[in-house]
């Protein structure tokens, strides 16, 4: 069974930083392009970041860029989501995707299979 676990969110000051994990199992994940989403409350689910199967190509929204770097361990079937210069409007749950074989994109339409999440709060 496809299992996808995130875990390290928690509260974090502004200019702070945390790192998200997504925990693999269950499928071939060397196939799968893996990406992270988040929603705040009252938001639409928004895409954050994503990494193809091999690692080589990463796609990040704007509003993170140059702050996110997402990485993947294939031998661990974990995947990174390392956040820097945390501000309060990244306050939000993030969620891990999976696709098969597809590309790396930001939309929430296009992965199959979804985490439970977990919770980040930027707050001083």
């Known amino acids: 069974q496809l299992q996808l676990v995130e875990s390290g969110g928690g509260l974090v000051q502004p200019g702070g930083s945390l790192r998200l994990s997504c925990a693999a199992s269950?499928?071939?994940?060397?196939?799968?392009?893996i990406g992270w989403f988040r929603q705040a409350p009252g938001k639409e689910r928004e895409g954050v970041s994503c990494?193809?199967?091999?690692?080589?190509?990463?796609n990040y929204a704007d509003s993170v860029k140059g702050r996110f770097t997402i990485s993947r361990d294939n031998t661990k079937t974990t995947v990174y989501l390392q956040m820097n210069s945390l501000k309060p409007e990244d306050t939000a749950v993030y969620y891990c995707?999976?696709?098969?074989?597809?590309?790396?994109?930001?939309?929430?339409?296009?992965?199959?299979?979804w985490g439970q999440g977990t919770q980040v709060t930027v707050s001083s």
């Open positions: 995707t999976a696709v098969r074989l597809r590309l790396c994109v930001l939309w929430a339409d296009e992965y199959d299979y």
């Open positions: 269950g499928f071939a994940f060397d196939d799968y392009t």
């Open positions: 990494v193809g199967s091999s690692g080589g190509i990463t």
